[in-house]
């Protein structure tokens, strides 16, 4: 059974500190690795990792892709409270041209100011 | 910044009737998806579309639910006989590849009673 996990299940930080949240992986046929971010509602794309040891960056948010030892971190710096989300990390597998995406529990990040 | 949309945000029926919850993917996207998200638990995959036909469907999508996309800009999921257990908040998401990340609109939070 194909499985992603996330941890840690929820963090609570102050202000200025810096995040790593971990998901590690079990899958046939991966494809590629993403992660989101979820408000209140929608889930919204950040990175999307396939080939390993490539960082990705996107202002203070970072990640990268470990395929040898299946995991993903995702890290944030400088943390802010508008980082107060769930982040989600999911992963492509496909089934002959298909793709789904099998999602880990998420991590809940609470900064306070 | 184009964006899925979802409609209705929040739809109460009652047990054994039939749901439909309607997206609108982003113009230029080809593949379709619906997951699901039940309170407290992960983001599940129901379905991938492409090319007016299932591409891939999970053990959850049983005979009850149905996809259509009756026309050129709306996507639809239709549950005929819908169970206590179908509620759960309902998104829809889409990519322009199928190899690319999927966008996620706001969700349905699908309520049976």
């Known amino acids: 059974e194909d499985k992603v996990v996330q941890s840690p299940l929820s963090l609570v930080v102050h202000e200025g500190d810096t995040v790593t949240l971990n998901c590690s992986y079990e899958v046939t046929n991966f494809r590629s690795l993403l992660w989101y971010k979820q408000e209140k509602k929608a889930p919204t794309f950040l990175f999307m990792l396939?080939?390993?040891?490539i960082e990705k960056k996107s202002g203070r948010l970072s990640s990268i892709l470990d395929k040898k030892e299946l995991f993903s971190i995702l890290n944030i710096t400088a943390t802010q409270t508008g980082d107060s989300a769930v982040y989600l990390c999911a992963v492509y597998i496909s089934s002959g041209s298909a793709r789904q995406l099998t999602f880990g529990s998420g991590t809940q990040l609470t900064v306070l100011p | 910044e184009p964006e899925v949309t979802q409609t209705p945000s929040h739809q109460v029926t009652q047990m054994g009737q039939e749901v439909i919850l309607r997206c609108v993917p982003i113009s230029n996207h080809l593949y379709f998806y619906w997951y699901r998200q039940i309170l407290g638990q992960k983001v599940e995959f129901l379905v991938s579309?492409?090319?007016?036909?299932?591409?891939?469907k999970s053990e959850i999508f049983d005979d009850q639910f149905s996809v259509e996309r009756p026309d050129g800009s709306n996507f639809t999921l239709k549950i005929r006989s819908t169970k206590l257990e179908d509620s759960a908040m309902y998104f829809c998401?889409?990519?322009?590849?199928?190899?690319?990340?999927?966008?996620f609109g706001d969700g349905t939070r699908l309520s049976i009673l």
């Open positions: 396939t080939s390993s040891g």
């Open positions: 579309f492409y090319n007016n036909e299932i591409s891939e």
């Open positions: 998401a889409s990519s322009d590849q199928y190899n690319q990340p999927q966008h």
